[in-house]
């Protein structure tokens, strides 16, 4: 008994020592599918040392596989392969042909690249795959995929305990309108020209000029009247190129939207301390409105629309920007109207602010025009 | 050694005039969106570089480029004698001796070669059984031998409980279930399961087990004393049996501070055979003795295992012209396994973090979440090592008073206590 126990004792001894730590990497294949509407375009790197234990390689078991060996079995790997994956839309399979076959280096060896494609009967918002890749003789290994759709790309693991999953090709429709709002609201927010300009706007709309010097107005309705008609007027005109420019009806070189967006936040405050335009904002704004329309529509095709989705997310990053610019109404509007009377908002708020703002749109325009870069916002 | 965690700290304040203070208030505001931005800019950035980094497929010119090695020596009698039992198990998979007898195998020769797909090969063997709650003993020991090697710690002892209700003289089942308490720093809980090992198993298996959690729980002078004793009155030793105790008297020896004894039974353990555990183990040593050269010598032909290739990276960084060409291929390697959703590597991922990113940080993060799992002297090493440059007495506490509670005798973590004490 004890000379039984003492032997199965220490062949295993070690293996208890050696913690995996030391290990190399386990077995995981690299899965891509790339989905464009009823085609699935797929690349699938496999390791050969996973291949070889599958169905032998070395043909002439000299330990080691060249490309010789690994074409000479390309139909056997081709189909091995392919017969332990399936892709399937509403329940149906969609029959892979294989396009190629070719090598890589990963970190942990040589792979064989396979490319195929598969054909699906009809087109769905879901793909499902069915995984069973050396699942048998290797439990440890993993498939991993990354799938791409027109409107996103995201990850899965396979395992033998989720061999099947069925994965979802676009991103809920609200969420997307959502995210796109987020996009807007962020953007008027760190966009220090669109607030300048629309503070510098707002600023003297809780004032009303009179005999060459400032007067407080007399009431709330009156000065939200005035910023009602600056803020619509500015929402109305963005709208407008914002949208044009997104569906590709009007396209302007960005150096001089960016220049032009410096120069309305340099009239708009120097409007505030040698009047051009009295009383005529609003009109200021929606002119100036257009061009910022223009910047916004940029920052949206940075966020790579998907095609399918470009109405929904125009609307959402549209509805985002007024978002984030009634919050900062929100902020100026009480506080303006609270201080509207006292010397210091009259002479150091307004006059000052807009010198200061009009000198940092001065350096903007420079930059932009000149292609410079001095502030660091 | 980078021991700053400057990088989180907030940018200095100085006193501005007016308009640029107001500018920089607003700027400090919009900090938050700031750093957002800038870190998607970064990680644009990372994919683009990791893609272009990426190399892509290609068609070789010649038949005879070899792609892959899949061995170091030619066909040996091992490899054949396990085609062979694979082949027989294939025509008869519910052949329970033969199961176990090749999962054994495989488990041994993952071992041997540090590559963790033999523990796959071996969970397929035992495949029949693999999920059963009741299945019969020798499978159960397999099971947990797995289990444990992939940190799956608990399953692994509820297993060898199964086991050692079932059949109490099961030493696999004492010894595998004394070795996972000690990896967790359950010290007391080891050295009882080593003693049931005295009637069922050999002396020295026993002392050697024994000798192992009691250096860590207090008695590192007498655990030493007494295993060198008993391993110079067994010379009918197995080699396993002397490659364990070699290399358990070569850590406690190090941990006591004793080089040159150290020294002596690494080099006696390395004589006995290749083992990847005891490679790992030496080259530590020689790093903590500034001897990087030497463990370019010893590890330059092991780039596959990701254990042994770290140390190696942190060798070179220690060169007089330091190398720094394993980096990426650890950062690569890291990022697979994270990709694969495994944490068995975050010890060895935090230490790299630290020493190679210069990140404390990050390696902190990691450390910690480590030390929830298993607590062997690195585990507890590298974690001081982050708190340290991190200046983070908070993180570095609870380990300290852990370490006062288990009393364990090591100069690297008494000369990190000492430090801390000191700086934090």
């Known amino acids: 008994m004890k000379r039984y126990l003492l032997f199965c004792l220490s062949f295993l001894l070690l293996s208890c020592m050696a913690l995996p730590a030391f290990a190399h990497k386990p077995s995981d294949s690299y899965l891509k599918l790339n989905v464009q509407d009823t085609q699935v375009q797929g690349q699938w790197d496999i390791a050969l040392r996973d291949l070889d234990y599958a169905i032998g390689l070395d043909s002439n078991d000299d330990g080691m596989i060249t490309w010789g060996e690994l074409r ?20 149906t399979l969609c029959p892979l042909k294989p396009t190629n076959y070719l090598v890589d280096n990963h970190t942990d060896g040589t792979y064989a690249v396979l490319r195929f494609v598969a054909t699906c009967p009809q087109k769905s918002d879901r793909l499902e795959v069915r995984y069973q890749l050396f699942f048998d003789l290797d439990p440890q290994h993993r498939g991993l995929l990354q799938l791409t759709s027109p409107e996103q790309t995201r990850t899965a693991i396979f395992s033998p305990d989720q061999a099947d999953q069925t994965l979802a090709l676009a991103e809920n429709p609200v969420v997307q309108f959502l995210q796109f ?106 002119v100036f409105g257009l061009i910022h329309g223009f910047g916004f529509a940029s920052v949206l095709a940075d966020l790579n629309l998907p095609k399918s989705a470009l109405l ?66 | 050694m980078n021991l700053s965690c400057l990088h989180a700290a907030p940018p200095p304040e100085k006193t501005l005039s007016f308009p640029t203070a107001f500018f920089n208030k607003l700027q400090r505001h919009l900090y938050g969106v700031r750093t957002h931005l800038l870190f998607l800019l970064i990680l644009i950035g990372l994919s683009i570089g990791s893609r272009v980094a990426q190399a892509t497929p290609f068609m070789p010119t010649s038949d005879d480029q070899v792609l892959e090695r899949l061995r170091t020596k030619p066909l040996d009698a091992q490899t054949v004698a396990l085609r062979q039992m694979r082949l027989e198990l294939s025509r008869s998979p519910q052949n329970l001796p033969l ?49 444990q090697s992939i940190h799956d710690f608990d399953g692994a002892v509820t297993d060898l409980n199964q086991v050692l209700k079932l059949d109490p003289w099961n030493g696999q089942a ?48 007498q655990s030493y004393q007494l295993l060198q004793e008993v391993l110079t009155h067994v010379p009918s030793a197995t080699t396993d049996e002397k490659l364990w105790a070699e290399t358990s008297l070569a850590e406690i020896a190090t941990r006591l501070g004793q080089q040159q004894n150290a020294e002596k ?51 070179e960084k220690m060169l ?25 590597h975050r010890r060895e991922e935090a230490i790299f973090t630290l020493h190679l990113l210069d990140q404390p940080q990050a390696a902190l993060t990691l450390a910690q979440a480590n030390w929830q799992i298993q607590r062997e ?32 005798e090591d100069v690297a973590l008494q000369a990190l206590q000492h430090q801390l004490g000191n700086k934090v």
């Not at chain 1, 390309?74 to 332990?84: D, I």
């Not at chain 1, 940092?360 to 025009?369: K, N, P």
């Not at chain 2, 291929?329 to 990022?335: K, M, P, V, Y």
Request: with cysteine; glycine share 6%; aromatic share 8%.
């Open chain 1, 72 to 91: 000479a079995h390309q139909s056997a790997v081709t189909a091995y392969a392919l017969a332990h994956l399936q892709i399937l839309t509403n329940q």
């Open chain 1, 181 to 286: 709002g987020r996009e807007g609201v962020w953007h008027i927010w760190i966009g220090f020209d669109h607030i300048l300009f629309l503070l510098a706007l707002l600023l003297p709309a809780v004032l009303q000029r009179h005999d060459k010097t400032w007067e407080p107005v007399a009431d709330l309705p009156t000065a939200f009247k005035n910023v009602l008609k600056i803020v619509t007027a500015f929402t109305v005109a963005h709208s407008i190129t914002l949208t044009l420019a997104t569906l590709g009806v009007v396209q302007l070189p960005s150096r001089l939207v960016e220049s032009a967006i410096a120069v309305s936040v340099v009239l708009a405050a120097v409007n505030n301390v040698y009047p051009l335009l009295l009383g005529k904002r609003w009109v200021m704004a929606f």
């Open chain 1, 312 to 377: 929904l997310a125009l609307v959402g990053f549209n509805i985002g920007v007024e978002v984030g610019q009634l919050v900062i109404v929100a902020i100026f509007l009480p506080l303006a109207f609270s201080l509207r009377k006292s010397q210091f908002y009259q002479q150091v708020t307004v006059v000052g602010g807009s010198v200061m703002i009009g000198l940092i749109a001065s350096v903007w325009l420079t930059e932009r025009v000149f292609d410079l870069k001095v502030l660091a916002f």
């Open chain 2, 99 to 147: 199961a176990t007898k090749l999962a054994q195998r495989y488990i041994e020769q993952g071992r041997i070669t540090a590559d963790p797909r033999y523990n796959g090969y071996a969970q397929a063997a035992l495949l029949p059984w693999w999920n059963q709650a009741q299945p019969p003993i020798a499978v159960l020991v397999l099971r947990a031998t797995i289990r």
């Open chain 2, 174 to 221: 004492w010894v595998t279930r004394a070795l996972i308490h000690q990896v967790r720093g359950e010290y007391p809980a080891a050295k009882k399961d080593c003693a049931r090992l005295l009637r069922i198993s050999s002396e020295l298996v026993t002392i050697t087990c024994l000798s192992g959690s009691a250096s860590l729980g207090g008695q590192a002078h």
């Open chain 2, 265 to 315: 039974y690494y080099k006696q353990a390395l004589a006995l055979g290749p083992d990847s555990y005891l490679l790992a183990a030496y080259a530590d040593f020689l790093l903590d003795q500034k001897r990087p050269q030497e463990v370019v010598t010893l590890l330059k032909d092991q780039t596959r295992a990701d254990g042994l290739l770290l140390r190696l990276a942190l060798a």
């Open chain 2, 320 to 344: 007089p012209a330091p190398i720094k060409t394993h980096v990426t291929a650890l950062q690569e390697r890291f990022a697979a396994s994270r990709q694969r959703g495994d944490t068995v």
């Open chain 2, 377 to 408: 002297p690195a585990d507890t090493r590298i974690l001081l090592e982050a708190a340290l440059a991190c200046h983070d007495s908070t993180a570095a506490k609870p380990v300290l008073t852990w370490l006062a509670q288990m009393h364990t």
